[in-house]
């Protein structure tokens, strides 16, 4: 069963950082597309960044030079780091999984940025 279980969301204060973390089980062999995605309330879902199984990756115009994404050497996790953070940042951030042309996601983990 694949599972995905996202960490390391909370409030910090507007120009700090976080890194979030998404935990994959269930897969055994090889890496997987992956990507972060973010909502706010009365906000569509939003494209943050991605990771393909070579390891490239691409970010959001309106994260870029700010967040970066990248996995552990297993693969079995994918970090999301943020920098100076800002209120606009505000939103629950979710995990996606792209496994045997299936997507899988993640619960969300909330991250607030004061002003």
């Known amino acids: 069963q694949v599972r995905l279980v996202e960490s390391g969301g909370g409030l910090v204060q507007a120009g700090e950082s976080l890194r979030l973390s998404c935990r994959v089980s269930?897969?055994?062999?090889?890496?997987?597309?992956m990507a972060w995605y973010r909502q706010a309330p009365g906000k569509e879902r939003e494209w943050v960044a991605r990771?393909?199984?070579?390891?490239?990756?691409d970010y959001g115009d309106s994260v870029k030079g700010r967040f970066s994404i990248a996995r552990t050497k297993d693969g079995n996790t994918v970090h999301l780091q943020m920098n100076n953070l800002t209120p606009d940042d505000t939103a629950v951030y979710s995990c996606?999984?792209?496994?045997?042309?299936?997507?899988?996601w993640g619960q969300g983990t909330q991250v607030t940025v004061a002003s």
């Open positions: 990771i393909t199984p070579g390891g490239g990756t």
């Open positions: 996606r999984l792209v496994y045997s042309g299936r997507d899988y």
């Open positions: 269930g897969i055994i062999v090889g890496f997987n597309h």
